[in-house]
């Protein structure tokens, strides 16, 4: 992995902060560049875009009708 250093300005600087300190769960600084010049690189053609790259969750059903609500005894076998 390669260090660089970014300086950015004001008007930048400001929008990222706000950005950060909107999310629920602030990301880094880090990992937003990374991302945004991910999206960048491959919009331009200069990476390829990697596919399947989404977390996919695929349910199961667990034949209780209450798991919504009642899921850690559901889960653990708690209820009938």
Do not use: W
């Not at 331009?44 to 969750?57: D, V």
């Amino acid at each position: 992995m390669k260090r660089s250093t970014v300086t950015l300005p004001d008007h930048l600087a400001e929008a990222l902060d706000a950005y950060v300190a909107a999310q629920e769960v602030p990301p880094s600084t880090t990992a937003v560049v990374q991302v945004a010049l991910e999206e960048f690189l491959i919009e331009r053609g200069y990476l390829p875009k990697i596919q399947n790259k989404q977390l996919r969750i695929t349910p199961v059903k667990s034949g209780a009708t209450n798991t919504s609500i009642e899921h850690d005894e559901v889960l653990y076998g708690m209820t009938e």
